[in-house]
């Protein structure tokens, strides 16, 4: 069964640090997507991105935050300078037009 | 603003027993997602509901949606003490001319079951 994976499952990072989340979607699917769960929170949607630009942002993804896909392969999500706050499970999900959302199994980022 | 709305918030439950966990949007969709996740852990997708009237069934639980009453359920039968976790619904609604994908999630139900 395809899916969509996720690196580092887990990762610790000095404020004021910058941290590069990755996701590798599913090889036909062109839509990409990061969520972002703050512990015990729901889960928020932060950017949605199509044919290499972003098409949706939330109010949360702001200046300190960007979305690329560098090599038309990894998806990733960059924070500029952590802060305390940026702490949370990030998830990324991908769909290809009428499909079902395919969620990997995310990356929590602990900012210290 | 899409809302999405799930209760209640908290169930505890004894095993055996039956329940349903509610789950009520703001707007026009016709796809739902309901996700189970453990303490510390991912989402686990459960069921895709991709229709009015579609209901989905595995193992304890099952699913439905209707999209007039804008209501998804998630009915719990004779539950046991492993099917303790937070479960979520999720609407599909794309704005703006964009594409399914964006999903706007309820608050979660933690359900916990007894012995």
């Known amino acids: 069964e395809p899916e969509v994976t996720q690196t580092p499952s887990h990762q610790v990072t000095q404020m004021g640090q910058e941290v590069i989340l990755r996701c590798v979607p599913i090889?036909?699917?062109?839509?990409f997507y990061w969520y972002r769960q703050i512990l015990g929170q729901k889960v928020e949607f932060l950017v949605s991105?199509?044919?290499?630009?972003?098409?949706?942002k939330s109010e949360i993804f702001d200046d300190q935050f960007s979305v690329e896909r560098p090599d038309g392969s990894n998806f990733t999500l960059k924070i500029r300078s952590t802060k305390l706050e940026d702490s949370a499970m990030y998830f990324c999900?991908?769909?290809?037009?009428?499909?079902?959302?395919?969620f990997g199994q995310g990356t929590r980022l602990t900012v210290v | 603003e899409l809302k999405v709305e799930q209760n209640p918030l908290f169930l505890s439950m004894q095993e055996g027993k039956n329940y349903t966990i509610y789950c009520n949007y703001s707007?026009?969709?016709?796809?739902l997602y309901w996700y189970r996740q453990d303490p510390g852990k991912s989402l686990e997708s459960l069921f895709v509901?991709?229709?009015?009237?579609a209901v989905k069934q595995e193992g304890r639980l099952m699913a439905s949606l209707d999209t007039k009453a804008r209501l998804s359920t998630l009915h719990i039968t004779a539950a046991v003490h492993d099917l303790s976790a937070t479960y979520f619904c999720a609407v599909d609604a794309p704005t703006g001319g964009t594409s399914y994908g964006k999903l706007t999630f309820g608050q979660g139900t933690i359900l916990t079951v007894h012995p």
């Open positions: 509901l991709l229709s009015n009237g």
């Open positions: 090889s036909n699917h062109l839509y």
């Open positions: 999900a991908t769909i290809t037009g009428n499909t079902e959302a395919f």
């Open positions: 991105f199509y044919n290499n630009e972003i098409s949706e």
């Open positions: 707007t026009t969709s016709d796809r």
